[in-house]
Structure formats: C-alpha cells, structure tokens
C-alpha cells in the first residue's frame, strides 16, 4: 500500500456538519469527514489543470458528485499532533440581514421578519494532516502537484494545500498503537478489546457502484468527468482526540510513524467486511 501524507492550512474557523442532526443546533465533526477531503482534493486537482469548480447546487433528480477515483481512497484529515485546536459554539440569533429595518418601520407586515434561530459550531484548527492511499504507485505523484492550491472546505471554512510529502510505502501489520485516522466502529467490537477514549460519530461513505474502475490513472481525476457514486452508505466510526492510558492492538497499514487501520481502508473501496 501507498500513501500521500497531506497538511493543509486552514484560513479560517470550519464546519463539518453532522447529519443526521437538529436544524437548530448545526454541530460540527473535529475532524475532516473522508468524503469531504475527498471531494476538496478533486476540485484542486481540477484547479491545477486550469479547470473551473463545478458548480454543485442542490439537484435532487440528479445530484452531480465531483470525488476521487475509486482507487485513490481518501482517509479524512485531522488536526495535526502538538497543534492547538478547538471546537467553538456560538449563536446566530436574530435576523439574517444586515440591512435589517423591519422592527423601525411605522408599519410591519406579517411574517415578513427572516430569524435565525441556530446555535453553530466551528473548527478551529492550525493545521490538518490528511491521507491518501492507493495499491498502484502510479498517479500518486500528481498530488504533489496540488501544492500552493486551495478551495472551500466543508459547510464553512476554506483551506490551502501547504505540503504534500513524498510516496510513502506501508506495511501491513498487527501493532500495538493509536490510529492516525477514524476507526470503523464494527472492526473495534470484533476485535473484542476494551473499548475506551475514543468518540463516536455517524459518518458517510460513498457507495461504488461495481466495475466502476477507469483505464487512465488520471480519469475522473484530472479532467471535469463526474464521478459515478450512487448516493451514500452510513456508518459509525470511533475517532481517539488524543493518546490515552490504554493502546489499542489493530490490523494497521504503517511505516513505524503512520498508523492506518486496514479495516477503514476496505470500508471506504466498498467491501462491506470490515
């Protein structure tokens, strides 16, 4: 297995909304989903040949998914070790317009007031490490060429691709350690350990269709195709903040500094058991 190691900057505070969730509480995950980064690098890879972002509205006959190859599975980026990082709540109360004047006027229709009534959570963050792996070596190289590019992220938020590192090869090994990347909830109850320091969210992964691979490294990658997903799947994913007292002993994809669990891996291309 090979892998691209990914730090992007943010410029700003992020949201990556959980769903399902209120409408009036917008919470946040505190990290950056696998399908967003996903998606995040595809657009910059479109960027970096002189593309427009495709526009992405709402289409709920035809929603158009703009994602990596399936071949590149993109693993989700976290905030980066010894930096500071933080999730913070706010609200957004009262109108939505700054050039609100409804309430001063000497006569005031009806239901005409536009309130906003959440409370919102941001990301804020210094640095984010994201990874890409792929079994084949070739095509890899066209991430380091993503450096310098940068795009919106996620619901709020924008982030520039600061440093891409060189082709990593990892190992496969069973290996005492924390893992650099989110953990299938289902491969944590099977392997029977204790279960402990670890938050759990609801997440998405795409749902491949089958015999959806392309001849070219760079199809679906470097031009502006679509890319043929059919929707999305849930699962449930255990994401350890910070190193605890007890170590977890997993199936990892690694290179003694890097800890993948293979089991997120073989979710993410579509095989079921984890």
Same mark, same amino acid.
């Given at each position: ?48 040949? /002189? ?24 693993? /989700? ?70 450096? *310098? ?97 007890? *170590? ?7 290179? /003694? ?18």
């Amino acid at each position: 297995m090979y892998c691209v190691k990914i730090l992007l900057t943010p410029t700003a505070a992020m949201t990556f909304r959980i769903l399902p969730g209120s409408i009036l509480n917008i919470a946040t995950y505190p990290f950056v989903p696998p399908t967003t980064l996903s998606g995040f690098l595809r657009r910059l890879g479109m960027l970096s040949i /002189g593309l427009e972002i495709p526009e992405t509205r709402i289409n709920k006959d035809d929603p158009p998914f703009y994602a990596l190859p399936r071949h590149y599975v993109a693993l /989700g980026a976290y905030p980066s070790l010894n930096t500071w990082r933080g999730v913070h709540k706010t609200y957004r109360k009262g109108m939505r317009e700054f050039n609100h004047d409804i309430f001063s006027r000497l006569y005031v229709e009806k239901d005409k007031a536009n309130f906003q009534l959440h409370t919102w959570e941001y990301l804020i963050a210094e640095e984010l490490t994201g990874y890409v792996v792929s079994e084949s070596l070739p095509g890899l190289e066209h991430f380091q060429d993503l450096e *310098t590019y940068g795009c919106k992220l996620g619901k709020e938020g924008f982030a520039v691709v600061t440093e891409v590192s060189e082709i990593i090869k990892l190992r496969r090994e069973t290996v005492k350690a924390y893992p650099s990347t989110i953990m299938p909830m289902e491969a944590l109850l099977q392997s029977g350990q204790f279960i402990g320091g670890c938050d759990i969210y609801n997440l998405y992964r795409y749902n491949w269709p089958a015999n959806n691979e392309t001849d070219s490294e760079e199809a679906g990658f470097l031009d502006d195709t679509r890319t043929p997903v059919d929707g999305f799947i849930p699962f449930v994913t255990a994401y350890y903040p910070k190193q605890g007292d007890y *170590t977890p002993t997993f199936d990892y994809y690694t290179d /003694g500094e890097i800890y993948i669990p293979v089991s997120l891996v073989n979710l993410l291309r579509g095989e079921v058991n984890v």
